[in-house]
């Protein structure tokens, strides 16, 4: 009969998610996985296999709970919708500024994906799923007025999630709370802009922006 394992595989992953969050995959040795968890390597190797496997594993709870918080944020009744934008834009900017550490998706994208199937098969998903959540939300929006329906929401959309990215990006680089917050603030602003009064805008309410993929 084997011996029923005698330690919390959801606090293994937790403890192999940090390290790999602060340190990077390469820089991440079997013996610092075991420092970190408290396992031995026969225990480590047995339960989750190799270095790679767990990574995937943290990876994975990252992406989950990544998602499970972004659906938190950015979901709920329309006439919060807007709200919940400028809320969750806000967030990230104070969250991200001069994050020497920066985002664990990213840092993984970065890092393995060009090489690595299964990260960049997971980090493109949730990529995607964040995508559709700012959509809704700015969708929920425009219903209620509060975004001006005759902008695209897809292109909204977007540009949304290309700031909020590059804000993490940005972030990692040493950008401070205060070049965030005007990042921030200058986004919702644009967001909340009527068609008509876009720079370039041909004046036409009806003419939505071009949503390009």
């Not at 659906?71 to 709200?83: K, V």
């Not at 500024?97 to 994208?109: E, H, I, S, V, Y």
């Not at 559709?132 to 929401?153: G, N, S, T």
């Amino acid at each position: 009969m084997a011996r029923p394992r005698e330690f919390d595989e959801s606090q293994v992953v937790a403890a192999a998610l940090e390290r790999f969050s602060t340190h990077g995959y390469a820089a991440t040795s079997i013996q610092e996985l075991c420092d970190v968890t408290g396992l031995g390597k026969g225990s480590l190797y047995g339960a989750f296999g190799d270095k790679h496997d767990l990574y995937l594993r943290a990876f994975e709870r990252y992406c989950t709970r990544t998602l499970d918080g972004l659906r938190d944020a950015l979901t709920g009744p329309d006439a919060q919708a807007l709200q919940r934008l400028t809320a969750h834009v806000q967030q990230i900017a104070a969250g991200t500024a001069d994050d020497a550490r920066g985002c664990f998706l990213a840092n993984a994208t970065s890092e393995l994906a060009e090489h690595d199937p299964s990260i960049a098969t997971n980090a493109q998903t949730t990529i995607d799923a964040y995508e559709q959540l700012l959509l809704e939300c700015i969708q929920q929006a425009q219903a209620r007025q509060d975004i001006d329906p005759a902008h695209d929401p897809g292109a909204l959309a977007a540009m949304l999630l290309t700031v909020l990215r590059g804000m993490e990006a940005l972030g990692k680089a040493g950008k401070s709370e205060p070049f965030m917050r005007t990042a921030a603030e200058t986004t919702i602003t644009l967001l909340t802009t009527p068609a008509s009064t876009r720079p370039g805008s041909t004046s036409k309410r009806n003419t939505p922006i071009a949503h390009y993929t």
